[in-house]
């Protein structure tokens, strides 16, 4: 697995990861882009990119992955269907990721940013992985965070079993000091061409738009996640999980879900889990190494918020 990070320099020393430095900005149709040269990606590999941009409220952006004459195009903030899918199929997309279906030879990754000014206020993370590896479960211990509960169960019935991701997102900001209503975050990441609430570049760009530095990171173990809970940083994470693999999740089995880790011990991982029936039943414990498998075996996507 390789991550790149880019970001301005107040943003690259407060973020809990290390970050290589700032991206090279260029005029492009419509705003600004930067490219990015990527290692060469083997078959069944995904890349995940990420964009947060502080003080640009709603600011759309999209991304391109290209080889020789093939490219490949994400929408992920757009209000319109993006086009139809490409005809080169060595790379098929996903809304927020790429998915390798043949070996690349060193491609190239454009982000495109539909702004007036250069970015100034940014982080730009590139995730690439496996799409699905055996996950190490680790041994490290953290502290256990107080996040405050919240199930979306409290949401109207047409909503309330769609909305894991952005009363996810409400928690975290809660937890951070931010006061906001769970139908204003839910109206925010929602992805209007599918009519999904779920986007991982919407909910980092709900984050960043309230004014905490965000990002989607793909991680392969879970003692990676110990830094930044030792720093005090909830992490959410996206899992799937069959029927009863999962002891101590609200739900019996999912083929998707949002769930916020609050800390690890040695035999459990500490999670609010927004599928609860109320607030009281939001905060659980999972074994440790059935959510490793749920989180990481695929994918292993988690947004990683921070306050300036």
């Known amino acids: ?72 195009r994400l929408t992920p903030t757009s209000r319109v269907a ?4 490409p005809a080169d199929p060595r790379v098929t997309t996903h809304i927020d990721y790429f998915h390798c279906r043949a070996d690349l030879d060193t491609p190239t990754l454009t982000v495109s940013v539909a702004t007036a000014q250069m970015p100034q206020h940014y982080l730009l993370t590139v995730s690439c992985r496996e799409f699905g590896r055996t996950p190490a479960s680790g041994a490290t211990t953290t502290r256990r965070i107080v996040v405050p509960p919240i199930s979306q169960m409290t949401a109207p019935r047409m909503l309330r079993y769609r909305i894991c991701s952005p009363t996810s997102v409400l928690m975290v900001l809660n937890y951070h000091g931010i006061d906001a209503s769970l139908a204003d975050v839910a109206r925010d990441c929602l992805h209007r061409p599918s009519g999904m609430f779920g986007v ?6 709900t984050a960043a738009d309230a004014g905490l530095m965000a990002a989607v990171e793909c991680l392969t173990e879970l003692d990676a996640a110990a830094p930044i809970l030792e720093r005090g940083l909830p992490i959410v994470a996206s899992i799937r999980f069959a029927s009863g693999a999962l002891p101590g999740a609200a739900l019996d089995s999912t083929e998707g879900h949002l769930v916020v880790v609050t800390g690890l011990d040695r035999d459990w991982v500490y999670v609010n889990d927004p599928a609860a029936k109320d607030a009281s039943a939001v905060p ?6 059935a959510f490793a498998a749920a989180w990481l075996s695929e994918r292993g996507a988690a947004y990683i918020v921070s306050p300036l």
């Open 1 to 72: 697995m390789q991550t790149l990070r880019f970001a301005s320099s107040q943003l690259a020393a407060r973020y809990p990861l290390a970050v290589s430095g700032g991206a090279v900005w260029s005029r492009s149709e419509g705003g600004w882009s930067t490219s990015i040269a990527l290692p060469s990606l083997p078959n069944d590999h995904i890349v995940v990119p990420s964009f947060a941009l502080l003080g640009a409220p709603g600011t759309d952006f999209s991304v391109e992955l290209s080889q020789g004459d093939a490219a490949w």
């Open 82 to 85: 993006s086009d139809a899918a």
């Open 200 to 205: 991982w570049p919407l909910a980092i760009r």
């Open 284 to 289: 659980r414990q999972c074994p440790r190494a």
